[in-house]
Structures are given as structure tokens and as C-alpha cells.
């Protein structure tokens, strides 16, 4: 069976949220020294102020050693095996396969436009886009830039599902006709959405179809066949079960799998290539971008919400988006509705032939442990390998020995795996597993969306879409993305060191009582 991870969650938060206050004293310990001062980047070029000089990104054959050019959260890091402690930080494994992309100036003074949009990852450029597309005239400002944040350093998996919420969950919650629509929303019309973009603007992202979800223990196969069952039920007949041997023959060559769902709605991604692609045709269409550019606050007021920055203040006629899940808390009232959490992603060195012998299918694959494997092939033959959540940002050495541990675990044909890249990032987590979508009451409202739980590539996109037609007047997806109740975290941000270590380790022993039952963090 499939444990109520939410239920589960929401008792462990309340039990932790008092000692949590000892973090919000400023008492946790402080990150590791490699990772407190991180060492700064190379300069970028600036596009002028009219964006006509912006070419598209390119996806190169292969990785160049190169150091970062992105500014990134000094509690994250990036990491390169022949990087000594004295270079510049290197770039991740996503930018060093792209072509130079350059920056594009900060806000130069006071601006009018009609939406403002905070935020340059895959909501916040989705949105723009959209909303350029349907003549609205937008200012996108980013406070580092573009793919500094989770949508430039995440894992590049395109699963179904609104966040944690899978078509069993949208079955238990809603009416039958509710969950079919919200299914397909954030399933068949979010991968709709990027593949459609990408045609449209023929930029090049390395998008593939399919994906597995792997199964590490036998009593999980029922937990897929439901979740299979489900989706059938939601008019999703995209998935298909298939038994340990199938799996092994065809799609994955380890034995610690005991099954699997064939997903061919899912698939992959180069989310950096992605984002640059989304921005690139906003600009084409007349759309301003600012980076090194700090939304400091939101004033609502009657006929226009005024955004302040340091370099100045853009007010916006018709609305405000909030696309930055990582400082939601600086605007939003009340109290936080997430807790953040640290992940991790990994890219060995090419691995020829050996990498299509290991995974034949060249799918992605997600597994059911509680601590999640996930990986895929990437250029030139390297595997990608990401896991773990935790409440304190982990350093290189301790990330690199873990996942070198997992694929020695996943793979032991590799008897001497290597790491070239490795980083880390910061998503966000909801207590009952979906999105927190918001639009304030305002003259011209606050659009803000956060909360992915490590599950959102395609659905960013798809809500960013959501947003423009709900502007627009258009339908009403995003009105059905606010109507779930999310309840608050008090001193939200400062809980995941103590809740999510309680989280897990709570889970790993109730895993270790009923292996049977199905939770992954």
C-alpha cells in the first residue's frame, strides 16, 4: 500500500515546529566552510537595453571546463573534480554543455508596463512568454540570473502529477470530473506546453519521451499497478506495468529492481536549455529582461501594484507575478505554507558504450526507495545521477561519496565509478503535497505560485500558461489551481534542519517495520 505521507508530515512539523524556534534564534549550526563563502564568478557579457544582440542558446556535443557565470544562493554550490579550491566556482554540468549566454543589465531607472514578472526561471519566463503572446507588454526582472535558481540546476525529469499529488491522490480529493481535468492539466497539457513552445520556437532543449519508476521492493509493484489504475481511470492510458525481468532485458540492466511503470507521458529534459529557449523568444517578441535586478517589495494600490528595486520602481497595470518560490516569504502574509530542502545532482564522465549497455532504453528512471535514485543519460554518454533531500545544505565531499555509493548500488558493473560535475540546489516542499497557487484580490493582483516538491519542469511551464489565460480572461485553469487549502508552517523556513531529518528518519523506520508500503521524500 502507499503510506499517507502527507498526514504523516503534518504531525512531524507540528511535533518539530517548537524547536525550531531555536533556529529561527540564529542557533543551527552554520553550512560547511566550502560552502559559506562561495568564490565568485566570471563576468558576463551585457545585452544592450533593446535585447536585439541576444542570439539563442546553443547545445554543444559536450561539456566545457569553464567557471560559473551565474550568480547562485551561498547556501548551494557547484563542483568539479579537476577544480582546485582556488579557481573561480565552475559551472554546473548544464551550463558548461551551452553556449555563452550573456547577462542583460539591471533595471536602468523607473518603468510602466503592463505585468510585471519577479522571477527568471521556468514560471516566471513561461508566463512572460505567454503573456507576450497575447500582446501583453511585460517586465521580467531577475535578482542573479537567468538559471541561477532550481530551474537551471535541477535533475531534468518530466513526470506527470501536480507536485506530490498523483492521480490516486486527485481521485481521493476531488470529484471524478475535477481530478480528470487537473490530471490532464498537469500531465498530457504540461508536456503539451513545452513541446509546443519548443516547435514553435525551434530551440533545442534534448527532449526525449518516456520514463520509468522503478520499483526497490515487491510490495511496491501494487503500489504502481494503483497509481496505473488511477490514471487509466482519469483517461490516462499511458503507463504500463511490467515485472523484473521485462525490465531488466529491456529498460535497466540492475538487479535491485523488482518491477516497473513504463511511463510514456513523462520524459526528459535540459532544463537550462529549456529556460534559455523560453527567454530567448520573450525577448524576440519585445519582452525587457533585467537581471542583478531585486524585487525589495510589492505596494498594492487602487489601479496599479507598484514593484520596488534598488536601481528603481516598475509599476505594472494589470498584474504582478511572483516566480521566486525561494522568497515567497518576504511578500506573501501570514505564515509560510513551505519548507525548503537541499538536493543533489551528479554527471559522471563520458562512459561510451558502457552507459547504452546499462540503460538500453536510454529512459529516465525514478525509483520508490525513500530517498529517491534518479538518473538518465545524458551528451556524450554520461549519466546523470541526482538524490537525496536534506534540511542542511550538505558539502561536495559528502554529497559525492553518497552518490558515488548509490550508483556503485544501482550499477556494480561499474566498479570504479567517477563524478565530473556535481551540485547542489534548493526546492521547496507543501504539507499536502500540491502546488500553493495564489492571486490576491487587488485592483491588479499578485499572481504567486510555489511549493513543488521536486516535481515541476513541465508543470512550471504549464502554469505559467495558466496565469496568461487567467489575465487574458481566457479559461479558468488557474482559478481550479487556488482552490486547495494549504495550511501554514509557522517559522516555515527555518524548520526543514530539524523537521526534515525527524521526517525521514521516522519514515526510514516505519519502512523498515512494513517495507511493503510505498513513501518517498
Not at 511535533?15 to 560552502?35: E, H, R
Not at 506530490?164 to 491522490?169: C, D, L, S
Not at 554518454?381 to 545544505?393: P, V
Not at 525521514?504 to 508500503?517: H, T, Y
Request: a neutral charge.
Amino acid at each position: 500500500m502507499t503510506l499517507n505521507r502527507r498526514e504523516f508530515i503534518l504531525k512531524t512539523a507540528a511535533a518539530s515546529t517548537a524547536a525550531s524556534a531555536v533556529g529561527a534564534l540564529g542557533l543551527w549550526p552554520a553550512a560547511s566552510s566550502a560552502l559559506s563563502s562561495p568564490q565568485s564568478s566570471a563576468p558576463l557579457t551585457t545585452v544592450p537595453l533593446t535585447n536585439t544582440a541576444l542570439r539563442p542558446a546553443q547545445l554543444l556535443q559536450d561539456a566545457r571546463k569553464i567557471p560559473t557565470q551565474l550568480g547562485i544562493d551561498p547556501r548551494i554550490w557547484n563542483w568539479r573534480h579537476d577544480a582546485s579550491p582556488s579557481d573561480p566556482m565552475p559551472a554546473n554540468y548544464y551550463e558548461a554543455s551551452l553556449s555563452e549566454w550573456p547577462s542583460f543589465g539591471a533595471l536602468p531607472g523607473d518603468l510602466d508596463c503592463d505585468v510585471v514578472v519577479i522571477g527568471g526561471g521556468l514560471l516566471g519566463a513561461s508566463t512572460a512568454l505567454h503573456l507576450a503572446e497575447a500582446g501583453v507588454d511585460v517586465v521580467l526582472i531577475e535578482k542573479d540570473h537567468i538559471g541561477s535558481g532550481a530551474s537551471g540546476r535541477n535533475g531534468g525529469q518530466m513526470t506527470p502529477g501536480l507536485a506530490r499529488w498523483e492521480a490516486g491522490t486527485m481521485l481521493d480529493k476531488l470529484s471524478i470530473d475535477e481530478a480528470r481535468r487537473l490530471w490532464r492539466f498537469a500531465s498530457v497539457e504540461a508536456m503539451e506546453t513545452v513541446d509546443g513552445l519548443r516547435d514553435r520556437y525551434g530551440f533545442d532543449c534534448d527532449r526525449k519521451r518516456g520514463h520509468i519508476t522503478a520499483a526497490v521492493h515487491a510490495g511496491h509493484m501494487g503500489a504502481l499497478v494503483e497509481n496505473a489504475d488511477a490514471r487509466r481511470r482519469l483517461g490516462d492510458d499511458e503507463v504500463k506495468i511490467i515485472g523484473r525481468h521485462e525490465l531488466k532485458e529491456q529498460y535497466v540492466k540492475s538487479d535491485i529492481y523488482f518491477g516497473a511503470a513504463i511511463d510514456g507521458g513523462g520524459g526528459q529534459v535540459q532544463p537550462l536549455a529549456l529556460l534559455r529557449g523560453l527567454v530567448h523568444a520573450f525577448v524576440k517578441l519585445g519582452g525587457r529582461v533585467h537581471d542583478n535586478t531585486t524585487a525589495q517589495a510589492i505596494e498594492e494600490s487602487p489601479g496599479s501594484t507598484l514593484v520596488k528595486t534598488a536601481q528603481g520602481a516598475i509599476k505594472a497595470r494589470r498584474a504582478v507575478v511572483l516566480a521566486v518560490h525561494s522568497a515567497t516569504f518576504q511578500f506573501m502574509p501570514g505564515s509560510a505554507t513551505t519548507v525548503p530542502f537541499f538536493t543533489y545532482v551528479a554527471v559522471t564522465p563520458p562512459l561510451g558504450d558502457t552507459l547504452d549497455a546499462l540503460i538500453p532504453s536510454g529512459l529516465p528512471v525514478y525509483d520508490t526507495q525513500l530517498q529517491i535514485d534518479y538518473y538518465r543519460p545524458v551528451r556524450n554518454q554520461r549519466l546523470l545521477f541526482g538524490g537525496q533531500g536534506t534540511g542542511n545544505s550538505w558539502s561536495p565531499r559528502d554529497v559525492n561519496n553518497y552518490l558515488l555509493d548509490r550508483i556503485k548500488t544501482v550499477f556494480p558493473q561499474l566498479e570504479k565509478p567517477e563524478l565530473e560535475y556535481s551540485w547542489s540546489g534548493i526546492s521547496d516542499l507543501t504539507l499536502n503535497g500540491a502546488t500553493d497557487s495564489r492571486k490576491s484580490a487587488g485592483d491588479v493582483p499578485v499572481y504567486m505560485v510555489h511549493g513543488w516538491s521536486g516535481h515541476g519542469v513541465a508543470q512550471t511551464v504549464r502554469i505559467g500558461r495558466a496565469i496568461s489565460d487567467d489575465l487574458t480572461g481566457r479559461n479558468t485553469d488557474y482559478a481550479m489551481l487556488t482552490r486547495f487549502d494549504h495550511a501554514g508552517i509557522p517559522l516555515g523556513r527555518h524548520l526543514s534542519p530539524v523537521a526534515i531529518p525527524l521526517i525521514k528518519g521516522a519514515l526510514g523506520v516505519m519502512g523498515i517495520i512494513n517495507p511493503a508500503d510505498m513513501v518517498s521524500f
